[in-house]
């Protein structure tokens, strides 16, 4: 398996080059060069796998140049109950992934069992576990550079502390994500972690990134890599989920379902995305955006506007407040044709802070055929639907899940099996639970009285040479 990018003018790289490398040189995220298939008999075969088996034969398809034997001790080490099922003491410890069934048709699919307590976990996890061995193998350094606004960061920092030639630089939009996520990520005291609370949102966190990425020198220089959802391996991790959860809605392989996904960069659907394109049987990919509704309007219209810092929304589902989806790049690249200079000329516009529209291209009309739908839900929206879940069925779910699932809840069809992705556990928005529901959400003993800790940040304006200098000083 060979790697592309969505610009069309790098050469084509291995799994383990671009796991470390991020960015392509031109700018762009890496694709495989085409999706595998999968076929109707390895999807037989991979219906009663437990999740670390399936993880196996899904990124065995991608990933050539480690040994199988390596590769299924990585994958083993890192879905394991040990590492996944400390948080809900009454689901059954060997599933990684449980689904929970509302209602007949209906379900969330649990993915923030995790040491963070986020969907984020489920590929951020084997993402430190690859790093290690691959540094471990050529004996380099590698200096992560993120960005969050919310998950992202706590999950990179609990995966990476304490790895072996690797040190963490996470910007975050100072005091706009919560204090639960804040505080998970600023408690830590690895030396090999640094936490920047950058003076604006998450998108000129995101802009920072990428602007250190493309600068070419720096970047071989301090050994640049990132976690970010640029990085191909955490959108091949978290297709996994998708195949385990269709797997667990459906009772054949003849059957179709569909996914609800709450979305900010893209990353999480564009997996997928991805695992429609392999022949896993999704009907609709139905996409959940807060008041930031980039995404959304793209969908409906057409148009992809990103808004700038003033127009970005400061919401109770923070974690998915973004207005430029990074990893969209990767879909578009898709629905293009994957025609690398015509995407260029699209996000030269975006990159110059303009807008492109495709209403009236074929391509728009394509979207009905990759499965797409979408919708947008309010700070009134979630509270609602928090309220109906915990009445109806006695489930308690977070902010970002509540939008997902009252976007679902526009676009279900009946017959077909509707899956929404978990994304986080309610402890980690308490102030929006206690405003929706009047009580407090339960959280893990591991976390009790996080907010409380000491905390160790840098605090920085929205300066990319700030943050060159930043890393210079401390890399190794």
Request: include cysteine; aromatic fraction near 10%.
């Amino acid at each position: 398996m060979r790697y592309i990018s969505t610009r069309g003018n790098s050469p084509a790289r291995n799994f383990t080059d671009i796991l470390l490398a991020g960015l392509a040189p031109d700018g762009g995220l890496y694709l495989p060069e085409s999706y595998p298939r999968v076929t109707p008999a390895e999807l037989a075969a991979w219906r009663t796998l437990p999740y670390h088996a399936l993880a196996l034969q899904v990124l065995g398809k991608f990933i050539g140049d480690i040994p199988q034997a390596d590769l299924q001790a990585l994958i083993e080490r890192t879905y394991t109950p040990a590492v996944y099922c400390n948080v809900r003491p009454n689901d059954d410890a060997n599933e990684i992934t449980p689904l929970r069934t509302l209602e007949p048709g209906l379900h969330l699919l649990e993915l923030s069992n995790g040491p963070t307590l986020a969907f984020k976990d489920m590929a951020m996890q084997l993402l430190g576990n690859l790093f290690e061995y691959a540094l471990g193998k050529s004996g380099a350094q590698l200096n992560i550079l993120g960005a969050t606004s919310g998950d992202t960061g706590s999950s990179a920092e609990y995966a990476m502390r304490g790895k072996r030639g690797i040190r963490v630089f996470m910007l975050s939009p100072r005091g706009k994500m919560g204090r639960f996520q804040t505080a998970q990520m600023f408690s830590l005291q690895d030396k090999n972690i640094f936490n920047i609370a950058v003076d604006g949102v998450f998108d000129d966190c995101q802009d920072m990134v990428k602007a250190v990425s493309n600068d070419h020198a720096f970047k071989e220089k301090y050994r640049i890599g990132t976690v970010n959802s640029i990085n191909w391996a955490r959108v091949a991790a978290q297709i996994v989920y998708y195949f385990k959860g269709y797997f667990a809605a459906t009772k054949s392989n003849d059957q179709q379902v569909s996914f609800s996904v709450p979305s900010g960069n893209f990353g999480n659907i564009c997996a997928g995305h991805i695992a429609r394109m392999m022949g896993l049987p999704i009907h609709k990919l139905i996409l959940a955006t807060n008041e930031n509704d980039v995404l959304d309007e793209f969908f409906r219209t057409g148009v992809y506007r990103p808004r700038v810092t003033a127009q970005t929304f400061h919401t109770s589902s923070p974690s998915m407040d973004i207005s430029k989806a990074s990893n969209f790049e990767r879909f578009v690249f898709d629905l293009l044709g994957r025609d690398g200079a015509a995407l260029n000329e699209l996000w030269r516009k975006v990159d110059g802070g303009g807008a492109f529209d495709l209403s009236a291209t074929p391509h728009f009309t394509r979207i009905a055929d990759f499965g797409f739908v979408s919708g947008s839900s309010t700070h009134a929206d979630r509270l609602a639907t928090i309220r109906r879940v915990w009445e109806q069925y006695g489930v308690m779910i977070d902010t970002h899940t509540a939008d997902g699932i009252k976007v679902a809840l526009e676009h279900r069809e009946k017959d077909v099996p509707l899956i929404c992705l978990e994304t986080a556990l309610p402890c980690k928005f308490e102030e929006t639970i206690r405003e929706a529901l009047g009580r407090e959400p339960e959280r893990p003993a591991s976390m009790a009285g996080i907010e409380s800790l000491s905390q160790r940040f840098t605090t920085m304006s929205a300066d990319v040479q700030s943050i060159k200098d930043f890393v210079a000083a401390n890399a190794d």
